[in-house]
């Protein structure tokens, strides 16, 4: 079993940055791929990026990648997803999200955060 708690979250206007985190408990820690969805109001929760296991490979999606960074620190548990130049369109509530085992596509992660939203002000 994994628990994930997000912070970080908050206002910012367009142009800006915040640092999302994501602490982890559980055992096996380096074993699971940990990623970001989103949710916007009225929309389906989407991918936003993922990291896999022993700080390995990453992935994004198209509307975030060269603004969003995700890193990884196994020694502490913890998940961060840096983002920069924000837009109006990110806002939304951001969940920390993990499985065991590898990113693919359309991953469908078995373990969700409550959640930390994140409004951007044009």
């Known amino acids: 079993q994994v628990q994930l708690e997000e912070s970080g979250g908050g206002l910012v206007q367009a142009g800006g940055s915040l640092r999302l985190s994501c602490a982890a408990s559980?055992?096996?820690?380096?074993?699971?791929?940990m990623g970001w969805f989103r949710q916007a109001p009225g929309k389906e929760r989407e991918f936003v990026a993922a990291i896999n296991w022993s700080g390995g490979r990453t992935y994004y999606t198209d509307f975030v990648k060269g603004r969003f960074t995700i890193s990884r620190d196994d020694v502490k548990n913890m998940v961060y997803l840096e983002m920069n130049s924000l837009k109006p369109e990110d806002t939304a509530v951001y969940y920390c999200v993990a499985s065991l085992g590898s990113y693919y596509v359309k991953w469908k992660p078995t373990y969700w955060g409550q959640g930390t939203q994140v409004t951007v002000s044009s």
């Open positions: 559980g055992r096996a820690f380096v074993r699971y791929v």
